[in-house]
């Protein structure tokens, strides 16, 4: 790091690490404000129907409380974009836990105590909130989440299906999950004067800023959002949550700086979650294990509140290459909370059920998984028909085969038992978008010979501060030590959200533009800088965003080894391994912990992640941290990240691809495809929890669904 | 709103924090997370569920890790408390735990890692007083200390979830301090 | 949570006063589990009574061999105390598979029988639950209910007990001492807690006003080999599925001269199983008359729509972990002869 370009791609240590290991970092509701109170919501107990009376006396008359804000006395908003955004506007109860009221006192235990007194009288209707693949309300939207489209189809699927030599044809389900950032949705708001200040847990203050703008009617420049530090957000604090409305919608009430920060319990219902997934899945080979057609449909919930379609059947235009193809999407809006973005969105559930499927058609044909995805490579994107800008999956299955010691694997399933104990290795492919969003930037030169970069980027974990320092110094070509970021406030120059892997390709692309003029301006003056610096801005719009006659995305492949435990049916990984292909890495260390995180994520989904939509009450049964099974330290064993440097010069300045996702996408597959070669079952519906595990083992072989004809 | 809490709700509490003692008239409601967060402003222990599920309350109290969040601050009149902040003995070198974190890149977000630190205080003592765990061998002598291996380090922690995923990273720095 | 009064107690008999003083008034222990019910609105106490500096934090040996462990001793020193972990190793490892090091380090011998189920019905105010509020039906059985119970559950309630210890303490023939207006008296651990029946809202036998001063291990089950195993979802920091704690005494001749069964999350208290235990005593230590008792204890079980599989993982684990304690096979002897 000598100011010759060697800054990126070095394991430089996260500049705000030594706030957090000491405690001195602070999140949305640790800003200490004079005379600051709290508020907590009251959600709806009823899973449809509307308020018909609210009673606040009881709440009002308790010490320390300040107001309760319902539907009846809260601010007007201006209808949002977002229509989960529109708290306390009207009477009606989209599902359970929508927010009803909301209680301000002084304390978290008065505030506490007031919501529980608060009483909500409903007219109560018939609701439905059972997903099934055939519900007679399913339809095909225009559009999936992010805006692909619901629908691709080319060649003849249904006649490659029915004169395949080799066919799979299964169907698998994810279950409902939960993002569950160990910081909890936060909010701290306080008017100064006609200022709105806000301090708020978020992925993007940029985008929280225009929506509090358009939902209270403000200017822009009147409102500064925080987001310094952000515990964790994993999608669900990509956009504005109700809880910064709220505690705006408080401050404004009360005239106090008041903080909402939702309890963990509440999160299910009202900051989104991923919606369940219904797969089917049909694949046609031939005798050589050639693809000759790929189907991948699929059904999932909404809400009332808006169509969110989780984009699951969008890798299968990627992946293989097929002749004919189908890829779906149905939707059915239910009486559920809301559905959003949670890693990887489509991706990581719709990768589970192709990468399992794939794995059920090596089994089927008798080839190694790993051939078998190698055999099928793409030229082109199957779906666009466009080349890829790099594609290098064939080499992180390859290397992560020799890492992982896969040509030692006895394929046959069931053929390895330690004791009680029925072991099994599994391998599954990823891959994941390349995204990148406008921004802009600023670089100053100072006259010390220090430079400060100043975008409204937001570090989630992910060490935003240290990468775009990282990028800065590359190209301005001074040691790293000379650079200073400021990130994370809404007066910096405005940038994209941290959310589809884009943050840092996204920001980093504006810093370097920012540099890059900054050294032109640099490079004609002679003496001394002026005090304040010289600075340069930069904006990508327009190329950022411009349509590539590339096909981009990431690629990766996982392998996983599991030990199944035929006594009680537990399944626990030993090791993992992922290899991946993201472009270039610029900070070896923090690049390292995302993929190992993406892939701890996956471990959960695979083995203990997963909430119950109850049919009777309409709530997710699984609300809390004791009973929604986020991975623990001793469920997470060796897991180790490695990748392929490529050199992809149709990307952006940097020669990045995102990291963020694409390590939580395949991992589940991986996992369970190893359970399937350790048990000789074929479980096709997630967790893996000992209640299905064990079922299947003792169970009766279930019916074959897939196989060689004749 | 009504008149200030009762006075039989209400309670004189002498905590020891961080070396330094504090005498706070607390509402019994009251837990210690929130005495530190709200009344001494000592916002590196963190509120991640409130309730005994997550761990990013952890903080020391008599030398014993526990969660903040599920103490009611008027039980633990007279007692010692030491929290993520207090670990540094106020000068500016770091604790070895809070260096090898940091060495070893073993958080993200960062909000679990306070918890995680001084759960992993606690964990070091409570293996050398001999304190078995669920995965020590059960015919290992007691009464002696547990030597911390990869697997006793993962279980005494499990009671910090991190949902960064940065448990591999804090089990190298666990190991680094032993 | 509403506002409450606080009492610190110095002596048992202050507390059994200040406990019968007012109805509304309950134990603090280390609050692991009142506290998280008070912060969700299903515990209500009018004023807590704090038993957690009572002189009852030792774990001493009695003059007849047994050994009593305080109400107010922390379940991991509980679990680290040699006379525990060399004489009853069932309930060692029962406490240390529950909950997280934290926990265990706050949690009391005496909160720890008396934590409640953590059924989410019975968690959730708005939701009926008759162990709660008597009377406004079972949500569980109408709701979602993959871990409730598939033993001694009532037309009223299928909540599960929570606790590992006490599954241990059940099998090792512990007894609970209780301190009330009344005296002191002592309950056979596997008869503290009770069946939902009619009455769901009593989780135990413990009288008002009364509250436990210890529990005793016996001397007769100090040393035999004893073993507990837990299935859960996570590898740690999970309540059970299904757990077994088992005490198995051999004789010369390989029969079962002592046994005690006990599972946990399979009903409304810790199950006794008395059928597997009357039907293994003198039968032969081996994997087949286990398996045979234990089907038929399990004979009685009623699972529900949900929960069907707790009834071979709670099988598989009892034959499993009898095995482990049972002598090993000994070797048919021409194996041996030439040898």
């Known amino acids: 790091m000598t100011g010759t370009g060697t800054a990126l791609g070095a394991p430089a240590v996260r500049r705000e690490g030594r706030r957090k290991v000491t405690g001195g970092a602070r999140y949305a509701a640790e800003h200490p404000l004079a005379d600051r109170v709290h508020a907590r919501p009251v959600p709806a107990t009823v899973a449809r129907g509307r308020v018909t009376a609210v009673d606040t006396a009881a709440a009002l008359a308790l ?49 506490r105590a007031a919501a529980a007194a608060v009483r909500v009288e409903y007219a109560v209707e018939e609701h439905d909130v059972t997903l099934t ?6 339809y095909e939207p225009e559009t999936a989440n992010a805006g692909y489209p619901a629908r691709r189809e080319y060649g003849d699927p249904d006649g490659a299906f029915a004169s395949a030599p080799v066919r799979v044809d299964v169907t698998y389900r994810v279950p409902p999950l939960h993002n569950h950032p160990m910081e909890p949705h936060a909010s701290t708001a306080r008017w100064e004067g006609d200022r709105l200040l806000v301090h708020t847990s978020s992925q993007g203050g940029t985008a929280v800023r225009a929506t509090l703008a358009a939902l209270f009617g403000l200017p822009e420049d009147r409102i500064t959002v925080d987001t310094a530090h952000v515990g964790g957000g994993f999608g669900s604090k990509g956009t504005p949550r109700p809880d910064v409305v709220l505690a705006v919608m408080a401050a404004r009430e009360t005239g106090r700086p008041v903080t909402v920060a939702l309890p963990r319990r509440h999160l299910p219902a009202v900051v989104g979650h991923r919606a369940p997934t219904l797969h089917r899945l049909r694949l046609a080979a031939g005798a050589d294990g050639r693809l000759t057609g790929l189907t991948h449909e699929i059904v999932t919930h909404s809400s009332r509140v808006k169509e969110f379609v989780e984009q699951a059947a969008v890798p299968a235009r990627v992946m293989y290459a097929a002749p004919s193809s189908r890829t779906l999407h149905r939707v059915v809006r239910l009486d559920v909370p809301t559905p959003s973005w949670m890693r990887a969105p489509g991706e990581c559930p719709g990768m589970y059920a192709l990468e399992s499927a794939v794995d059920e058609l090596a089994t089927a044909l008798g080839t190694d998984p790993v051939e078998l995805r190698v055999l099928n490579e793409p030229e082109r994107e199957p779906d666009s028909g466009k080349p890829f800008s790099s594609r290098h999956l064939t080499e992180c299955l390859r290397e992560g085969a020799r890492r992982f010691g896969w040509d030692r694997r006895d394929p046959r399933p069931r053929s390895r038992a330690e004791g009680p104990l029925l072991v099994g290795t599994g391998v599954a492919a990823a891959t994941y978008p390349v995204l990148v969003r406008p921004s802009t930037a600023e670089a100053r030169a100072l006259p010390d010979g220090t430079f400060v970069v100043r975008v409204n980027a937001t570090d989630i974990g992910t060490g935003a501060r240290t990468v775009l320092a990282q990028v800065a110094a590359d190209t301005l070509g001074v040691p790293l030590e000379r650079v200073r970021t400021e990130i994370g406030d809404s007066d910096l120059p405005p940038a994209s959200l941290a959310g589809g892997s884009s943050g840092t390709a996204s920001w980093g692309w504006a810093v370097h533009d920012a540099c890059t003029r900054l050294t032109g301006r640099l490079g004609g003056l002679t003496g001394r800088l002026p005090d304040e610096g010289i600075s340069a801005r930069a904006d990508t719009a327009g190329r950022a965003d411009a349509d590539s006659p590339y096909a981009r995305h990431a690629f990766g492949a996982h392998f996983a080894e599991v030990t199944v435990d035929s006594v009680t049916g537990e399944v626990r990984v030993r090791r993992m391994l992922g290899v991946f292909a993201a472009g270039r890495i610029l900070n070896a260390r923090t690049a390292r912990s995302q993929f190992i995180g993406g892939m701890t994520m996956g471990l959960g989904m695979a083995l203990t992640e997963g909430s119950t939509m109850d049919p009777a009450f309409g709530d997710f049964t699984e609300s809390d941290l004791a009973s929604y099974h986020v991975p623990a330290h001793a469920d997470v064993p060796a897991v180790e990240a490695h990748w392929i440097d490529e050199d992809d010069t149709r990307l952006n300045p940097m020669g990045s691809k995102g990291i963020g996702e694409i390590g939580n996408v395949g991992s589940a597959a991986a996992i369970g495809n190893a359970v399937h070669h350790a048990t000789g079952v074929r479980f096709r519906e997630l967790p893996l929890t000992p209640d299905k595990v064990l079922a299947g083992l003792s169970g009766p072989a279930p019916a074959p669904t897939s196989g060689r004809d004749g | 709103m009504s008149s200030e809490p009762t006075p039989e709700h209400r309670s004189d509490t002498v905590l020891t924090v961080n070396g330094k003692p504090h005498t706070l008239r607390l509402d019994h409601r009251r837990v210690l997370l929130d005495v530190l967060r709200e009344d001494l402003g000592l916002t590196g222990t963190k509120k991640g569920c409130d309730h005994g599920q997550c761990g990013a309350c952890t903080v020391l109290v008599d030398g ?57 205080v606690g964990v070091l003592a409570e293996a050398g007083a001999g304190h078995p765990s669920h995965v020590t061998d059960p015919a290992a002598p007691s009464g002696r200390p547990v030597p911390l291996d990869e697997a006793e380090i993962r279980e ?14 804090i089990v190298e720095a666990v190991r680094d301090v032993i | 949570m509403k506002p409450f009064g606080y009492v610190r107690a110095a002596t048992v008999e202050e507390a059994a006063e200040a406990l019968a003083a007012r109805p509304g008034a309950r134990c603090l222990g280390g609050g692991t589990n009142l506290v998280d019910l008070m912060k969700l609105g299903v515990e209500r106490p009018d004023v807590l009574v704090d038993v957690g500096r009572l002189p009852l934090d030792t774990v001493e040996e009695l003059p007849d061999g047994s050994v009593r462990a305080g109400a107010t001793v922390r379940n ?85 007990h929570p606790s590992d210890m006490a599954v241990a303490l059940a099998a090792l023939d512990a007894r609970v001492e209780l301190y009330g207006g009344q005296g002191a008296r002592a309950v056979p651990a596997d008869r503290f807690h009770r069946l939902p029946g009619d009455h769901p809202e009593r989780d135990t036998v413990i009288r008002p006003g009364e509250l436990i001063t210890g529990v005793v291990l016996p001397a007769a089950t100090a040393a035999l080999p004893s073993a507990y195993r837990k299935a859960r979802d996570r590898a740690s920091y999970a309540f059970a599925l299904a757990s077994v704690a088992a005490v198995l005494d051999t004789a010369d001749d390989g029969t079962v001269a002592h046994v005690g069964l006990a599972f946990g999350a399979l009903a409304h208290k810790p199950w006794r199983a008395e059928r597997a235990e009357t039907a293994l005593r003198g039968a032969p230590a081996t994997p087949d008359s286990f398996a045979r008792a234990v089907d038929l204890e399990l004979e009685a079980a009623r699972p529900l729509r949900d929960n069907g599989y707790k009834v071979p993982l709670a099988r598989n684990l009892a034959v499993d972990v009898l095995t482990r304690l049972a002598p090993p096979v000994r070797p048919a002897r021409h194996l041996t002869e030439d040898s």
């Open chain 2, 156 to 169: 005494r922690l499990s009671g910090n979830l991190c949902r960064c995923g940065a448990y591999p990273h």
């Open chain 1, 63 to 111: 010490p320390g409380v300040l107001a309760v804000l319902t539907h009846e006395n809260a601010p007007r908003l201006a209808e949002p974009d977002d229509p989960t955004l529109a708290v306390l506007q009207d009477p009606g109860v989209p599902h359970r836990g929508w927010y009803v009221a909301l209680a301000v006192a002084r304390t978290p235990e008065e505030a």
């Open chain 2, 64 to 120: 014993r890790r526990v969660n903040g969040c599920l103490l009611l601050a008027v039980s633990l009149d007279g007692c010692d408390v030491i929290t993520v902040e207090g670990l540094t003995d106020g000068g500016d070198g770091l604790h070895p735990l809070q260096q090898a974190f940091l060495d070893r890149d073993a958080f993200q977000c960062g909000y679990c890692t306070p918890g995680q630190i001084c759960s992993a």
């Open chain 3, 76 to 160: 991991s020193d509980l679990a680290a105390h040699p006379l525990v972990r060399d004489r009853y190793p069932a309930l060692s490892q029962a406490l240390l598979a529950g909950a997280s090091g934290q926990l265990r380090n706050a949690a009391t011998t005496g909160g720890n029988l008396l934590q409640r189920t953590r059924c989410p019905h019975f968690q959730d105010l708005s939701k009926p639950c008759n162990k709660r509020a008597p009377g406004s039906g079972c949500g569980a059985r109408e709701g979602t209910h993959r871990d409730h119970a598939v033993l001694g559950h009532s037309e009223h309630c299928i909540a599960t």
């Open chain 1, 133 to 138: 693949a055939d519900h007679p309300e399913a």
